[in-house]
T-cell receptor, first 115, second 113 residues
Framework: AQSVTQPDIHITVSEGASLELRCNYS??????LFWYVQSPGQGLQLLLK??????LVQGIKGFEAEFKRSQSSFNLRKPSVHWSDAAEYFC?????????????FGQGTTLQVKP | NAGVTQTPKFRVLKTGQSMTLLCAQD?????MYWYRQDPGMGLRLIHY???????AKGEVPDGYNVSRLKKQNFLLGLESAAPSQTSVYFC????????????FGQGTRLTVV
């Protein structure tokens, strides 16, 4: 069965420091991969996506993620975190071969930014 | 262009009451979804639809029903609410298989007492 694991429930980084949020997935074929961000009381906003091609993808707000097939990972990175990045981050995998667009989400990682 | 709009944003129900959550999208998307979000569990798919007049069960469908009579609307019904259905509900839509990124509404916070 498809699954997504975000090993870190909560991460705290200092403003200006670099960030890496981990995501591992279990999926048989080539998946569609996504990172979403959720600010308190808000819906989910798409940060970036990977369908195929270049394994390093750029997203909004200065985020990037790298697809590593051999490690079944899609980690999210940002070189310098801003206080406004404090939020909850979700990794999701979609079935690239289906006609449903269903997504499986990880449990989420809450990012706290220290001044 | 409002995107995905959910109504209502907050609701408190008594056990056994019924209600309908409305989702409307103005992006002409084929696919629509209802997810529930609970602490530490991410988002779980309740029901989904791949086109007008179609619905299908997701991961946690028990206690919910859905309808998609119009392409732009996707309704989620709770016939007899239970405390276990206290959650935040998110509606989402995506263009189709070739454009699978999902766009989310702002959520409905439902409390069942």
């Amino acid at each position: 069965a498809q699954s997504v694991t975000q090993p870190d429930i909560h991460i705290t980084v200092s403003e200006g420091a670099s960030l890496e949020l981990r995501c591992n997935y279990s999926y048989g074929a080539t998946p569609y991969l996504f990172w979403y961000v959720q600010s308190p009381g808000q819906g989910l906003q798409l940060l970036l996506k990977y369908f195929s091609g270049d394994t390093l993808v750029q997203g909004i707000k200065g985020f990037e993620a790298e697809f590593k097939r051999s490690q079944s990972s899609f980690n999210l990175r940002k070189p310098s975190v801003h206080w406004s990045d404090a939020a909850e981050y979700f990794c999701a995998v979609g079935d690239g071969s289906s006609n449903t667009g269903k997504l499986i989400f990880g449990q989420g990682t809450t990012l706290q930014v220290k001044p | 262009n409002a995107g995905v709009t959910q109504t209502p944003k907050f609701r408190v129900l008594k056990t056994g009451q019924s209600m309908t959550l409305l989702c409307a999208q103005d992006m002409n998307h084929e696919y629509m979804y209802w997810y529930r979000q609970d602490p530490g569990m991410g988002l779980r798919l309740i029901h989904y639809s791949v086109g007008e007049g179609t619905t299908a069960k997701g991961e946690v469908p028990d206690g919910y029903n859905v309808s998609r009579l119009k392409k732009q609307n996707f309704l989620l019904g709770l016939e007899s609410a239970a405390p276990s259905q206290t959650s935040v509900y998110f509606c989402a839509s995506s263009r189709n298989r070739l454009g699978p990124e999902a766009f989310f509404g702002q959520g409905t916070r439902l409390t069942v007492v």
